[in-house]
């Protein structure tokens, strides 16, 4: 099954998280997500969601973009 997309470019937290975890709450245990978010804190709240929660990190790439400058592109498995 692909991976689901989220799409959070350009938002603050904890709007990327808050963002995440609704989207993640309708998905299946075992599917997976990949977000993509331009607040450079995310890197620190995306671990520590993950962290906290059943959902596992599976990846973090920090990318260019051409509009944004750096886009980070996590990967995570929904627990359950």
Known sequence: M???ELD???LHCPLPILRTRALLDRME???ELVVQA????SVID???FCNTT???LLSHETL???VHK???VYRIRRGG
Do not use: L
């Open 2 to 4: 692909p991976a689901r």
């Open 38 to 41: 331009t607040d450079p804190a």
């Open 29 to 31: 245990p075992g599917e």
């Open 70 to 72: 750096t886009v980070f």
């Open 46 to 48: 995306f671990k520590h």
């Open 54 to 56: 059943d959902n596992a």
């Open 64 to 66: 260019p973009d051409e």
């Open 8 to 10: 959070v470019k350009g």
